[in-house]
């Protein structure tokens, strides 16, 4: 046996090193490393004919800002995440409502909301995919039933409505998580205001609205951030369901990216772009964090 | 203001029956205390009476209105809760104003009354703080402006003061009932603390496994408890409880607690051999040292008892000591020197022995 004494103090459990340890080297390997080399990587010209890559810092930032592609893709990529973040955030802020209870049989339903969360997101997509089909998917064919798209207009085909089909699959799949977040919050808040509130004359509503909300904003504020971070990175379900397409209406930053990648194996533009998004990601997160004074 | 009247009200969870058909009557602007253990229902009956509770059998009225499907919110009732319940992101003043901007009160009328309650409250400078940047006491404080803000019918309070520290409990408890006296409203305050309702209650209710055990005013309630329960339950250090034999016949009748005799108040008869509880209170028991004198003299009606614990209080010294055996405390005012092991004798007054049926515990 190793006496404590022979080993040196920055060794020991004393010292916080061995603890933090195997965290940050995993964090160095797999978070830091591929940042810094994507950030080396961006700062070469690769010429395509000669597969050559050349120093020159600037280039494929310059290439970055004057490139409209990058542009559309902030844009779609920003609306993609709004939309699908409050249309996530509402519902699932009303299902954890209305599994907020001690009554029988909501146990379950708890538990049974949460499987969309354990299937992969590209299977998600497939299924979508299948769903959205003009000629047999269930929900194409309900919506040609109630008149409310063409046939000669499939969802994932326009431009119009491709990114909204993609939105919706990831509601299906990620409204369970905020449930989750939401459900804690709500269970975990005291009973006695709501009480005080019922005797002061309030409604259901107006609880809601005066206590329910404002007691839970740093939860909310929360699951904002993580969701919000997560859809930024959105790739799963574009790749498998559009392509980007149709043209490039549904093209988000990440699929931007791949695309440079895998197809024009530009990868040190690839990286650029992938850096932005980041960057956006970061300058977003940040003022959020800001603005709503979140600790952690 | 209201009276509140209950009537056969009965309240069960799932099999389990809490409360059994209570009647109550709390006339217009009284004080009631509801005074019992942890677990007696007397916290339900309160947010039975609040509307937080369904009734599961019986009526709840309010001024003979029947309010059992009435809706928490339109009982017009104030309510203290024991942890305050504030609202934690609003500031002391959004607190107190929440009841009348739901209604829609003008903006002026709910300046003046946050400001008539908090300066009753003594709230003036802390107005704009929140909850959490207030003590304890300054809290209380504020749940109750939000209840008088109101004006409401009927005041509940669910043990207000049971977070506090003992001398905060004590203004408190004066604060309360000068509210009280002030605005005359209906009032129902549960507690568990005994002193609390017997210095604040015009009408003390002590209850029991959801029974009320008896009701009335503090003073009745100390002097002729009703049973054993209430006997022991009222008064601090509770009533000295012990289990005799009657012996003898009429005027010669005593009560024999292991080998002691007690004496039984003249003018009552009790059958030879019944068992009975003596119950006499400290303050009852006349201390004084045993000498030499008492001996020789034989005093036939002092009992002889060996000191265990001496606890001085500042006005009164409280004695625990040991009579045949059985625990025994006396209450002085006189500045005894007693030390433990010391032989004392226990004069019980006579006219303020309780008795209690040995089987029954019913007050003889």
Redesign the interface.
């Known amino acids: 046996m190793i006496s404590r004494g022979s080993l040196p103090r920055w060794l020991t459990s004393e010292h916080p090193l061995p603890w933090l340890f195997p965290v940050t080297s995993l964090l160095v390997v797999f978070g830091l490393y591929p940042v810094l080399y994507s950030l080396w990587l961006s700062f070469y010209k690769r010429n395509p004919a000669t597969r050559k890559e050349k120093f020159l810092p600037s280039w494929n930032w310059n290439k970055l800002i004057s490139d409209d592609r990058v542009w559309d893709a902030v844009e779609i990529t920003l609306t993609y995440v709004v939309i699908a973040l409050v249309l996530q955030l509402v519902l699932g802020m009303l299902i954890a409502l209305l599994l907020d209870t001690d009554r029988k049989g909501f146990g379950v339903m708890r538990a049974l909301m949460t499987l969309p969360l354990v299937v992969p997101p590209a299977v998600t997509g497939m299924m979508f995919l299948l769903m959205y089909d003009s000629s047999f998917g269930v929900i194409s064919n309900s919506l040609y039933a109630l008149n409310l798209l063409s046939p000669s207009a499939p969802i994932l085909g326009t431009s119009s409505t491709a990114l909204w089909g993609v939105i919706v699959a990831d509601v299906w799949q990620w409204t369970p998580f905020m449930v989750l977040i939401m459900l804690a919050g709500l269970r975990a808040l ?1 009973r ?2 709501f ?9 259901g509503i ?1 609880s809601f609205f ?2 329910t909300l ?2 839970m ?1 740093k939860i909310i504020a929360l699951a904002i951030l993580i969701r919000g971070i997560d859809l930024f990175r959105i790739f799963d379900y574009v790749k498998v369901m559009t392509d980007s397409g149709p043209g490039t209406a549904t093209e988000t930053l990440t699929a931007y990216a791949g695309t440079v990648y895998f197809k024009t194996a530009n990868f040190p533009y690839a990286s650029t772009v992938a850096l932005a998004t980041l960057i956006v990601v970061l300058v977003v997160s940040s003022v959020f964090i800001k603005v709503f004074k979140i600790k952690f | 203001m209201a009276s509140v009247k209950i009537s056969n009200l009965q309240k069960r969870y799932g099999n389990i029956e809490v409360l059994h058909e209570l009647d109550l009557d709390v006339a217009d602007g009284r004080f009631i205390v509801l005074l019992g253990p942890s677990g007696c229902g007397k916290s339900t009956l309160l947010r039975m009476i609040a509307g937080l509770e369904s009734v599961t059998s019986g009526d709840i009225l309010f001024d003979g209105k029947r309010m059992n499907d009435v809706h928490a919110k339109d009982r017009n009732i104030a309510m203290v809760f024991q942890n305050y319940a504030l609202y934690a992101h609003m500031s002391v003043r959004k607190n107190m104003a929440f009841s009348m901007r739901l209604n829609k009160t003008d903006k002026k009328t709910i300046d003046e009354k946050v400001n008539w309650a908090s300066s009753i409250l003594g709230l003036d400078e802390y107005l704009d703080r929140l909850p959490k940047e207030l003590s304890g006491g300054q809290r209380q404080r504020v749940a109750m402006g939000r209840a008088i803000v109101r004006d409401p019918e009927v005041f509940l309070f669910d043990e207000p003061l049971s977070n506090l520290d003992a001398k905060l409990r004590v203004q408190m408890r004066t604060e309360i009932k000068d509210l009280h006296q002030r605005l005359n409203t209906t009032t129902v305050y549960v507690t568990h603390d005994q002193i609390e309702a017997m210095t604040m209650a015009d009408e003390v209710v002590i209850m029991r496994d959801g029974y009320i055990e008896q009701s009335g005013t503090p003073m009745e309630i100390y002097d002729h408890p009703n049973n054993l329960f209430v006997a022991q339950f009222i008064g601090s250090p509770s009533m000295n409880i012990l289990e005799c034999e009657v012996a003898g016949q009429g005027a010669s009748s005593v009560a024999v607690c292991k080998g002691v005799t007690l004496p039984l108040p003249l003018e009552r008869s009790f059958s030879t051999g019944s068992k009975i509880h003596y119950g006499i209170r400290p303050e009852h028991l006349q201390i004084s040292k045993k000498s030499a004198m008492h001996d020789s003299a034989g005093d036939q009606s002092s009992l002889s008892a060996t000191v265990r614990v001496v606890e001085p209080t500042g006005p009164e010294i409280h004695v625990y000591a040991s009579l045949a055996g059985q625990d025994i405390c006396a209450i002085t005012r006189e500045r005894l020197e007693l030390q433990p092991g010391e032989e004392i004798l226990l004069r019980p007054d006579i006219s303020h022995v309780h008795l209690f049926d040995g089987e029954t515990s019913n007050a003889l």
């Not at chain 1, 009480?195 to 409604?203: C, F, N, R």
Request: glycine share 6%; net charge negative; hydrophobic share 35%.
């Open positions: 005291p006695e205001p009480e005080a509130a019922s005797i002061d004359g309030a409604s107006q005066y206590l404002p007691m904003s």
